[in-house]
């Protein structure tokens, strides 16, 4: 998401001259190129002009420091804009009543269901007691996906598909959570390939009587500008606590995200992109308004890392490294480790100065197969000692991994070029390597 948009306002800022002081003459054609940026990513073309001038207005006459230039300058105005336009600061959702109730709601096709099982895991993995609600008495499979879900969470599924009333259904989800002391539940609802009467009714008596602390409305944000239209029509009638972004590894160019706050007046809470229950991301707008101007995001990174990597692990690594010992079997659990994380590119964008290099760069979470179908052909030994790969052992794992001899030997000198780095960061004493883990804590 956003690669356009950035690389469009990098070199609108970019093409700023002048020294000293922004002017009118400098900055106008400036501005007018990050106007085009933002409504070639669909943006509302009033909330694009809304979001320009006071960039403008904010710029004019401001003085440039010897060590800033103007490009400079106007970064950091335009980042504080975006992170002003997507609500400034993270909201998180509120988790009050005995149980907790919150309501998902959203058009058919928005990822709704997915975003309660991810929603699900993650409330679990905050230590609460939490039961999922199927509510969906439309879609065909709808209970039979959640259920899916839940067991793939771990996380208890409450379902009556028998019963076609969703709100019944929903108050005896309540009281069976109060009476077997689940402290959450998350209510999946059901959807409509359009806006329509009967769906608004439903939605709205769903909250009417469950009295939830948290209402969620579900976007896909590959829907565009049509996703803002669509939560304000939700909105002006259900008066939602905040919204969802799904689909945002798809083919979108974040004119929702950018554009739904100001429209709606409500915060966006959730970021969520693909399959995996893991793949949902808390929305900071500040963060994603570096991303955005190739600033990179290390503080979620950083977060990412320390979900993913297991302390234990990383100080068993820390050992090995120090004594010199660090092998293609931890090479491999480390790269392992890393997919884990999420969208490969995404991570690469993450990191500062490194996703503007990357944005035409093909990037997938295929990337390491290669490797790993290579280490996976080596036999123990050869893993733990690769000295041990002769010329003929290396055709046999060629053959058994679908590669080159070639590739294997591209493997094994980064890796041991790898271990040279390691070895002379452990003579000179350098402190904070966490393994090729570079998040370790």
């Known amino acids: 998401m956003f690669d356009n948009l950035s690389y469009s306002i990098d070199k609108a800022i970019k093409n700023l001259k002048g020294q000293g002081r922004i002017t009118e003459v400098n900055v106008a054609t400036t501005i007018k190129e990050i106007r085009k940026a933002l409504v070639n990513a669909d943006v509302n073309y009033k909330v694009a002009k809304d979001v320009t001038d006071e960039i403008k207005e904010k710029a004019l006459g401001q003085n440039v420091l010897a060590a800033v230039s103007p490009g400079q300058l106007l970064t950091k105005i335009t980042n504080d804009e975006l992170t002003e336009l997507m609500g400034g600061s993270h909201q998180d959702i509120r988790i009050q009543g005995n149980p907790a109730v919150i309501l998902i709601s959203g058009l058919q096709g928005s990822g709704k269901t997915t975003f309660t099982g991810k929603l699900g895991r993650l409330l679990k993995s905050q230590g609460k007691q939490v039961m999922l609600a199927a509510c969906d008495i439309y879609r065909p499979a709808a209970i039979d996906q959640l259920k899916v879900l839940g067991e793939q969470i771990g996380v208890e599924v409450y379902a009556e598909p028998e019963n076609k009333d969703a709100v019944k259904i929903a108050k005896n989800a309540v009281k069976y959570a109060k009476d077997h002391g689940k402290s959450v539940v998350v209510v999946d609802t059901a959807g409509r390939l359009a806006v329509d009467e009967e769906m ?102 950083v977060e990412k890392a320390q979900q993913t990597f297991d302390e234990e692990e990383t100080k068993r690594l820390n050992k090995k490294i120090r004594k010199n010992q660090f092998d293609l079997n931890d090479f491999l659990g480390q790269l392992q480790q890393i997919k884990k994380m999420g969208n490969i590119k995404d991570i690469v964008g993450m990191i500062p100065g490194v996703g503007k290099m990357a944005k035409d760069v093909d990037i997938d979470d295929n990337s390491f197969k290669p490797i ?42 980064q890796f041991r070029d790898m271990k040279k780095m390691m070895k002379v960061m452990n003579k000179s004493g350098a402190r904070g390597l966490k393994g090729l883990n570079p998040f370790g804590r």
């Not at 500008?225 to 083919?251: H, I, S, Y």
């Not at 996976?376 to 080159?404: F, Q, V």
């Open 372 to 413: 790993e179908a290579i280490i996976l052909s080596m036999t123990l030994a050869e893993r733990e000692n690769p000295d041990l790969l002769d010329g003929s052992r290396r055709k046999r794992i060629a053959r058994g991994s679908g590669t080159s001899v070639q590739e294997i030997n591209n493997l094994l000198k």
């Open 200 to 301: 608004m009714n439903e939605i709205a008596t769903l909250k009417d009587v469950l009295s939830p602390s948290e209402t969620l409305f579900v976007v896909d944000s590959m829907t565009g500008q049509d996703a803002v239209n669509t939560a304000k029509t939700f909105n002006d009638r259900l008066d939602f606590d905040g919204v969802v972004l799904t689909k945002l590894d798809g083919d979108t160019r974040g004119g929702a995200a950018l554009s739904i706050r100001r429209v709606v007046d409500k915060p966006i809470k959730f970021i969520s992109s693909g399959e995996k229950m893991d793949a949902i991301d808390k929305f900071h707008p500040d963060r994603m308004a570096g991303r955005i101007l190739g600033m990179g995001d290390v503080v979620s990174l």
